[in-house]
């Protein structure tokens, strides 16, 4: 039992953290931040936005979010491959439910297990997730 309440508490204090991590985003309509971690150390970070080298400008004049911007989730695996770290077993904790993209990056990369906050609007990415037989886990914090 008190293995379960410290693994729940780490998932709030990583959320958290994640939260404040999306606060790092230009993109006006939302702000999704994530942390990759493995054996309680956090081993990538990432917020949706544009590549690097690119304007810091995520929607377009219609407020429509640009087709090149990356989410959290993609920055953050992006970021560990580059590292040479491996994903392999770790948990990905994201402030909002991964999209079918980025659930497709998590599947590939070994993660085992995603910790979110808000959903997303779609649940596509959630069932492959399901699908895959990844943990997932929505927690409040």
């Known amino acids: 039992m008190a293995n379960n309440n410290k693994q729940q508490l780490l998932d709030q204090r990583y959320l958290q953290m994640a939260d404040t991590w999306a606060q790092n985003s230009y993109c006006k309509r939302r702000q999704v931040g994530a942390l990759l971690v493995k054996d309680q150390m956090i081993i ?3 917020y949706n936005g544009t590549p690097s080298g690119f304007e810091n400008i995520c929607e377009d004049e219609n407020n429509q979010t640009k087709p090149y911007v990356l989410h959290a989730e993609a920055n953050a695996i992006t970021k560990v491959a ?3 770290n491996s994903s392999d077993g ?4 994201v402030t909002s439910s991964p999209c079918l993209e980025c659930s497709k990056l998590i ?3 070994g993660i085992k297990r995603v910790v979110f906050t808000e959903s997303y609007r779609l649940e596509d990415g959630i069932n492959l997730l399901k699908r895959a037989n990844i943990e997932i886990k ?3 914090i």
């Open 90 to 93: 770790a948990t990905l904790y």
């Open 138 to 140: 929505q927690v409040d």
């Open 82 to 84: 580059k590292s040479g």
């Open 107 to 109: 599947i590939q990369a």
């Open 44 to 46: 990538s970070d990432g």
